[in-house]
């Protein structure tokens, strides 16, 4: 992987507000640079895998989101104690907070994301929209300002024709959006939808748009620096996902295809956001993508995305590296646009401890992990024999990714790997992702947003353990341990 270095002026200590894969992939990119990498452990992950990629180890009391990575207090309490000089807040957690974005300003230490306001900014579903229409960014149909009341949410439905889709201003990850097919719908939902989105993220108001049929989820990496300079990564295609959120990812989209002109109007469209609010960091900007290839804009994530991974092995550019020297200043050497460059097809499966036919978390122990996979494999995971996985946390456990030359080959590859990934004793979504693996339309590339409901792979899914076959590479890494 490419990784493009500029001269240290002096080592930072870089605090890493996170947990898991994405913390020890931070870390490894800390001390590349040179900085000293600081990394967390809570009262129920004292054995944390990240912490063996840190230079210092620090306790955060607690063990719950809110009395942890959400608890800005006593984040700034371990930040002053430890002479921090930078935070890196990966995703989830306080990556796109405002808040937290301010107090590290006014205490003096440099947040590795963008600033305040851009966060604050994108962060509202219905002032993005708002600027995106003013940047001349294409939009969905329907308001860009929240709709106070049912009466008025069944008023523009009427005007922009069914089916709608009543939609939170906060927050994301397909929490607070319901779909609505006529308007005893939208009277049924609206208050539901309301209250759901109130408890999510503590913001009840919601947005009403034109629901786009067997629409495809594509999104432009993007990435900033303090200059004004604001690059593109290309595309990735998120399509496959459950309750809104997504399992499979891979770059380049496979709708698009080879049409080299959508491809550079979509990735020219996500600069020309980040540039109408001064982006200064890595981002997504999100848009959907209708059958006729027209496209609209979605979301600004202003963080880095989980599915950065597949973006950073057609481009050779490691993201993690590029936003902590964008963050802290320094020039990231790109001569321009035309230097970003693409090769080969990446595609990323998200490794989740939940149930493979109801797609719902199951917290669990594991009791043996191994892995035997083909040449061309990424796996970013936090997994080892004895984790327990608690409902603390978010269910992902790992991020397998494959690189082949081109499409054809990464899903081969992906297919391998997933028959050599071994996790004993935890319930995870892998027979699920084999059967999506296997199914002509994946295979195709012709699939949308609503491929599980219609498809019903988890119907497939075949929950038997192969033992033997676990005993078997188990018996065989052994054998390479002893020189045999």
């Known amino acids: 992987m490419m990784t493009i270095r500029q001269p240290i002026n002096k080592s930072r200590r870089i605090l890493i507000a996170n947990r898991g894969e994405i913390a020890s ?12 990498a600081i990394g967390l452990w809570t009262d129920n992950e004292v ?8 230079d210092e180890w620090v306790h955060l009391k607690g063990s719950t989101n809110a009395e942890t990575y959400l608890n800005i207090e006593n984040l700034l309490k371990v930040i002053k104690e430890n002479d921090v000089d930078a935070v890196h807040p990966g995703y989830g957690f306080l990556s796109e ?16 994301a963008p600033h305040a306001e851009a966060i604050k900014l994108m962060g509202d579903k219905a002032v993005s929209k708002q600027i995106a229409k003013k940047a001349g960014v294409p939009t969905v149909p329907g308001t860009d300002t929240a709709v106070p009341t049912v009466e008025e949410a069944v008023k523009i439905s009427n005007e922009i024709g069914y089916p709608v889709l009543l939609k939170a201003v906060a ?15 939208v009277r049924a939902n609206f208050e539901a939808v309301g209250r759901e989105s109130l408890a999510a993220f503590n913001n009840g108001d919601l947005l009403v748009e034109k629901l786009i049929l067997n629409p495809r989820h594509i999104e432009v990496q993007i990435l900033a620096d303090k ?14 996902q459950r309750r809104h959120q997504k399992i499979i990812e891979e770059a380049p989209s496979p709708f698009i295809g080879d049409d080299e002109e959508l491809r550079q109007k979509v990735c020219n469209t996500a600069v020309q956001l ?56 320094d020039d990231l050497g790109f001569p321009g646009q035309e230097f970003i460059r693409r090769s080969g097809h990446a595609i990323e499966c998200r490794i989740c401890a939940e149930d493979p036919i109801t ?15 083909p040449q061309g494999t990424r796996f970013d995971h936090c997994l080892y024999k004895d984790l327990e996985v608690t409902p603390d946390f978010d269910p992902m456990v790992g991020k397998l990714v494959c690189k082949g ?12 790997a997933l028959d050599g990934l071994f996790i004993e004793g935890l319930k995870t979504n892998v027979p699920l992702l084999k059967v999506i693996m296997n199914k002509k339309n994946f295979i195709d590339g012709y699939y949308s947003t609503d491929f599980i409901a219609v498809e019903k792979p988890q119907e497939e899914v075949s929950t038997e353990l192969n033992h033997m076959r676990f005993y078997e590479v188990l018996a065989g890494v052994e054998a390479r341990k002893m020189g045999m």
């Open 405 to 416: 030359i081109i499409r054809d080959v990464a899903v081969r590859k992906m297919r391998a």
């Open 47 to 54: 054995h944390a895998t990240h912490l063996q990629f840190c």
């Open 274 to 329: 980040a540039k109408a609010v001064n982006y200064d960091s890595a981002g997504t900007v999100e848009f959907i993508m209708g059958e006729d290839k027209n496209f609209y804009f979605l979301e600004m994530n202003t963080r880095i995305q989980v599915e950065h991974p597949i973006t950073e092995e057609i481009t050779g550019i490691d993201l993690i590296v590029c936003m902590i020297q964008s963050a802290l200043g």
């Open 97 to 112: 907070n405002a808040d937290f974005a301010n107090a590290l300003n006014e205490a003096g230490v440099t947040f590795i």
């Open 359 to 373: 797609m719902l978390p199951a917290p669990g122990h594991v009791t043996g992990f191994e892995t035997n996979f």
């Open 171 to 185: 927050g994301g990850g397909g929490r607070g959006m319901r779909a609505c097919q006529n308007e005893e719908e």
């Open 25 to 36: 992939r931070i870390a490894k990119a800390c001390k590349e640079l040179g900085h000293v």
């Open 227 to 240: 200059n004004g300079n604001v690059y593109h990564f290309y595309e990735r295609e998120c399509s496959i």
